[in-house]
């Protein structure tokens, strides 16, 4: 790589990350349980007490006669001095959620706690991405931050964005000390990260788990593994130092102790998180289905995603195995505890917002597949990113039964959040939300401008096709034979959706080798005759019959019986990126 294009790489990349987190910057969204508990927090340890008052938000617990907020405290922690500021310089005066401007409170709040941290994962996911691909950093960590469920979760008082961002950049500092072997303390700094991230979201304990082993690995384990476990202890010590201080023990959590219920005239009902550990079971296969394909299903919203998945393999054979096994456990085990947890959509939200902390780790098979196929990796990211958007700006805080047709319909009635541009006087709506649309298209712009979109545009563009083609297929299909609501799921719509994906990941993997493989989508098509709505054993027998077409196509295929596309060969600048 030149100079020259060096330099206009990190320029591009420059502009890409600031003009994503402008837009982001610019939505003020409407409050929810979620971010009040948070806000809620925030005032009450300014005001030197764990306590909150019970009635600004349901996510609460009751421990001894007290309430608090049933939410990690690392947010509003790390919030905290920033919240000062803003007190000092005359602004959050209002602050109950019955108030006038409280979401412009939350908003305030949400720059620092939100936006902040978003951007700096931004950084993190573009430097571990060039480490797949030089050149192609920047695209991947935009793609990535805007066609995932970090869009939107990137304007919202949660915790997803800080507690995702500790937790990746805690990989990016194993995975540096890895290629530079510098001693133990990388490890604990490593560590530390890993464990601030815990007091943020308890989830990240997932993510403490696998960096650990990814951290034992190689010379003087158990050495190296003290350094990292050290560093998580001293990254908790926050977590457990406010229990002490709220609940007398370092060990009991609100979380324990959460809500059922309002408070109201009657008794206070506590145990939403009783059942199992911390409201965690055994993982359901039918939730983890639903978790993908339902209405706000992951591979729904983010087809991204799956195309992101389909580069572990390519990260194994670029010679990083041990962060494909790490970039491929962390989404697979936070699908797993998402499955077994009592609310797998975590009430309003525009997808599965457990998995936000697993998101970032796609970001290297992503660099690895945008590397391969550009056009089709961009093309899908794009659509990702459109979707994402569509969430964003008409109203991400919805529930499981909502869908992208919902939010269509929103768009075409005018139904938008607030932005900055409305706030100060904007109308309508719509027009408002023009410079988000904007500062948007400006991030994927200037993400891959220095991306070769149209190298081999002629091998890739039927590819693109197909894949979207099967997306939409999908989309139109899945989520009514597997709805999110258990209460209409039935055991033949399952195995229907089962063998539908079936059916496209076969036509997919085999389309690699033959166009002429994509007409095996065909007589999946017929599912989407209004008549098979309501006929899920119709619906199994039919994409039965399109497995068996596939399978038979793949036979066809292995013996020679189809035509083969040349495949191109590995390009030679592929040496350099393997780790000695």
Same mark, same amino acid.
């Given at each position: 790589?030149?100079?020259?294009?060096?330099?206009?790489?990190?320029?591009?990349?420059?502009?890409?990350?600031?003009?994503?987190?402008?837009?982001?910057?610019?939505?003020?969204?409407?409050?929810?349980?979620?971010?009040?508990?948070?806000?809620?927090?925030?005032?009450?340890?300014?005001?030197?007490?764990?306590?909150?008052?019970?009635?600004?938000?349901?996510?609460?617990?009751?421990?001894?006669?007290?309430?608090?907020?049933?939410?990690? &405290?690392?947010?509003?922690?790390?919030?905290?001095?920033?919240?000062?500021?803003?007190?000092?310089?005359?602004?959050?005066?209002?602050?109950?959620?019955?108030?006038?401007?409280?979401?412009?409170?939350?908003?305030?709040?949400?720059?620092?706690?939100?936006?902040?941290?978003?951007?700096?994962?931004?950084?993190?996911?573009?430097?571990?991405?060039?480490?797949?691909?030089?050149?192609?950093?920047?695209?991947?960590?935009?793609?990535?931050?805007?066609?995932?469920?970090?869009?939107?979760? %990137? =304007?919202?008082?949660?915790?997803?964005?800080?507690?995702?961002?500790?937790?990746?950049?805690?990989?990016?500092?194993?995975?540096?000390?890895?290629?530079?072997?510098?001693?133990?303390?990388?490890?604990?700094?490593?560590?530390?990260?890993?464990?601030?991230?815990?007091?943020?979201?308890? &989830?990240?304990?997932?993510?403490?788990?696998?960096?650990?082993?990814?951290?034992?690995?190689?010379?003087?384990?158990?050495?190296?593994?003290?350094?990292? %476990?050290?560093?998580?202890?001293?990254?908790?010590? *926050?977590?457990?130092?406010?229990?002490?201080?709220?609940?007398?023990?370092?060990?009991?959590?609100?979380? =324990?102790?959460?809500?059922?219920?309002?408070?109201?005239?009657?008794?206070?009902?506590?145990?939403?998180?009783?059942?199992?550990?911390?409201?965690?079971?055994?993982?359901?296969?039918?939730?983890?289905?639903?978790?993908?394909?339902?209405?706000? %299903?992951?591979?729904?919203?983010? +087809?991204?995603?799956?195309?992101?998945?389909?580069?572990?393999?390519?990260?194994?054979?670029?010679?990083?195995?041990?962060?494909?096994?790490?970039?491929?456990?962390?989404?697979?085990?936070?699908?797993?505890?998402?499955?077994?947890?009592?609310?797998?959509?975590?009430?309003?939200? *525009?997808?599965?917002?457990?998995?936000?902390?697993?998101? &970032?780790?796609?970001?290297?098979?992503?660099?690895?597949?945008?590397?391969?196929?550009?056009?089709?990796?961009?093309?899908?990211?794009?659509?990702?990113?459109?979707?994402?958007?569509?969430?964003?700006?008409?109203?991400?805080?919805?529930?499981?039964?909502?869908?992208?047709? =919902?939010?269509? %319909?929103?768009?075409?009635?005018?139904?938008?959040?607030?932005?900055?541009?409305?706030?100060?006087?904007?109308?309508?709506?719509?027009?408002?939300?023009?410079?988000?649309?904007?500062?948007?298209?400006?991030?994927?712009?200037?993400?891959?401008?220095?991306?070769?979109?149209?190298?081999?545009?002629?091998?890739?563009?039927?590819?693109?096709?197909?894949?979207?083609?099967?997306?939409?297929?999908?989309?139109?299909?899945?989520?009514?034979?597997?709805?999110?609501?258990?209460?209409?799921?039935?055991?033949?719509? =399952?195995?229907?959706?089962?063998?539908?994906?079936?059916?496209?990941?076969?036509?997919?993997?085999?389309?690699?080798?033959?166009?002429?493989?994509?007409?095996?989508?065909?007589?999946?098509?017929?599912?989407?005759? *209004?008549?098979?709505?309501?006929?899920?054993?119709?619906?199994?027998?039919?994409?039965?019959?399109?497995?068996?077409?596939?399978?038979?196509?793949?036979?066809?295929?292995?013996?020679?019986?189809? &035509?083969?596309? +040349?495949?191109?060969?590995?390009? +030679?600048?592929?040496?350099?990126?393997?780790?000695?």
């Amino acid at each position: 790589m030149t100079v020259r294009r060096l330099v206009s790489s990190h320029a591009s990349a420059l502009v890409a990350i600031t003009a994503l987190g402008l837009a982001c910057a610019m939505v003020v969204s409407d409050s929810g349980p979620n971010q009040a508990a948070h806000f809620a927090l925030v005032r009450s340890l300014a005001a030197g007490t764990p306590e909150i008052d019970p009635r600004e938000t349901i996510d609460s617990a009751y421990v001894d006669g007290r309430f608090y907020a049933a939410k990690a &405290p690392g947010l509003a922690m790390f919030t905290l001095p920033w919240y000062g500021a803003l007190r000092a310089a005359g602004l959050q005066r209002q602050s109950l959620a019955s108030d006038a401007g409280y979401r412009h409170r939350l908003w305030e709040l949400g720059l620092f706690g939100t936006v902040l941290p978003l951007v700096a994962l931004l950084v993190l996911m573009t430097l571990a991405a060039e480490r797949v691909g030089p050149g192609y950093g920047a695209a991947s960590a935009v793609l990535v931050g805007a066609g995932t469920l970090l869009l939107p979760f %990137g =304007t919202l008082f949660f915790d997803h964005a800080l507690s995702a961002a500790l937790g990746f950049a805690a990989f990016v500092v194993l995975l540096r000390a890895r290629e530079s072997a510098r001693g133990m303390l990388p490890l604990a700094a490593a560590g530390l990260l890993a464990g601030l991230a815990v007091v943020v979201e308890f &989830p990240l304990a997932i993510v403490a788990g696998v960096l650990a082993a990814y951290a034992a690995a190689g010379d003087r384990r158990l050495l190296r593994l003290l350094a990292f %476990g050290g560093g998580v202890v001293a990254g908790a010590f *926050p977590l457990l130092a406010f229990n002490t201080w709220a609940f007398g023990s370092p060990f009991t959590l609100s979380y =324990t102790h959460a809500l059922k219920a309002p408070v109201g005239e009657g008794a206070v009902v506590v145990g939403a998180n009783a059942e199992g550990f911390f409201g965690v079971g055994w993982p359901d296969p039918r939730a983890a289905l639903s978790l993908l394909v339902s209405e706000k %299903g992951l591979l729904v919203v983010t +087809p991204l995603a799956v195309v992101a998945l389909v580069g572990l393999p390519l990260l194994w054979r670029l010679g990083r195995r041990a962060e494909s096994l790490v970039c491929g456990a962390v989404p697979l085990l936070f699908l797993t505890y998402n499955a077994a947890y009592y609310l797998p959509f975590g009430g309003q939200s *525009p997808g599965p917002r457990f998995l936000v902390a697993a998101l &970032p780790f796609l970001v290297m098979p992503l660099a690895a597949v945008l590397r391969a196929r550009p056009l089709v990796v961009a093309g899908i990211g794009l659509v990702s990113v459109g979707v994402m958007a569509l969430a964003t700006i008409t109203g991400p805080l919805t529930g499981v039964e909502y869908s992208i047709g =919902t939010w269509l %319909g929103r768009l075409g009635r005018g139904e938008t959040v607030e932005t900055l541009a409305g706030w100060v006087g904007v109308q309508p709506g719509w027009v408002a939300a023009v410079p988000f649309v904007l500062l948007l298209a400006v991030a994927c712009l200037a993400a891959l401008w220095d991306v070769p979109l149209t190298a081999d545009w002629r091998r890739d563009l039927p590819l693109l096709a197909g894949a979207l083609g099967a997306w939409l297929l999908v989309v139109l299909v899945a989520p009514g034979l597997h709805p999110a609501d258990e209460a209409h799921q039935t055991g033949a719509g =399952t195995l229907a959706v089962l063998c539908l994906l079936a059916v496209v990941a076969t036509a997919l993997s085999l389309s690699v080798r033959s166009r002429l493989a994509l007409l095996v989508l065909v007589p999946a098509f017929v599912l989407l005759l *209004p008549e098979l709505d309501a006929r899920p054993r119709v619906s199994l027998l039919v994409t039965a019959g399109a497995l068996g077409i596939a399978v038979l196509a793949w036979r066809r295929l292995a013996r020679g019986g189809i &035509p083969v596309l +040349p495949q191109p060969e590995v390009a +030679p600048e592929a040496e350099a990126i393997v780790p000695p």
